[in-house]
């Protein structure tokens, strides 16, 4: 039973654009979500973050809205940057317990 | 710079072999967990670590023993390795129960034939 759900496997945007990453999950008890950016080769590195008490979180050209009575959040890339190209992976935790549920991850191109 | 080293970063296994993939941090966290990428199936949780001496199961333990006798070390142990445990493993660690989630090891990608 799949916690995080991220239901687009991959993603194309032009340069310039915004990037729009979705994610859906069924605990409501998680108390925080978190975005991770990979790189081939590379392990995840943590992007942006947010509060299950919050509905948005800003930093920089990195936007993640939170909608909780749809179990829905979204993270906003303007603009997308070639440097973006890369797969983005939604996590959850509940503060209470121990372990960090990662959605399968969306694969974003930025095509200049 | 401070981080968390994985080791090997490749490795070729025969069916039945075993080996022991190393995870040090020296970020003095307290959480660390092993998980495993696979197409398709994102990061799953294989076990975890809340601190020296206590470990616990994640979602695909079975296979994998883990052990946890000092705060930066985290090895993974592969006691009779299968086809099915190809996969690339991640090593991560956390400060406590951080909002802001984990600290990535670059990989081991392992191959068992």
């Known amino acids: 039973d799949q916690q995080v759900k991220q239901n687009s496997p991959s993603l194309s945007v032009q340069e310039g654009r915004i990037s729009i990453l979705n994610c859906d999950y069924t605990?409501?008890?998680?108390?925080?979500f978190l975005w991770y950016k990979k790189y081939p080769a590379e392990g995840p590195t943590f992007l942006i973050s947010i509060s299950s008490i919050k509905d948005k979180n800003e930093d920089g050209r990195f936007t993640v809205f939170l909608n909780k009575s749809a179990k829905h959040l979204s993270l906003h890339i303007v603009p997308s940057q070639p440097g973006d190209s890369a797969v983005y992976f939604c996590?959850?935790?509940?503060?209470?317990?121990?372990?960090?549920?990662f959605g399968p991850g969306t694969s974003l191109s930025v095509i200049p | 710079n401070a981080g968390v080293t994985q080791t090997p970063k490749f490795q070729v296994l025969k069916t039945g072999q075993s080996m022991t993939l190393q995870c040090a941090q020296d970020m003095n966290h307290e959480y660390m967990s092993w998980y495993r990428q696979d197409p398709g199936m994102g990061l799953r949780l294989i076990h975890y670590s809340v601190g020296a001496g206590i470990t616990d199961q994640g979602e695909v333990p079975n296979g994998y023993n883990v052990s946890r006798s000092t705060t930066e070390d985290f090895p993974l142990r592969l006691l009779s390795a299968a086809p099915s445990q190809t996969s690339v493993y991640f090593c991560a660690s956390r400060p406590g129960q951080s909002p802001y989630g984990y600290t990535f090891g670059s990989g081991t990608r392992l191959t068992v034939v």
């Open positions: 996590a959850a935790i509940r503060a209470s317990y121990d372990k960090v549920i």
């Open positions: 605990n409501s008890m998680f108390d925080y």
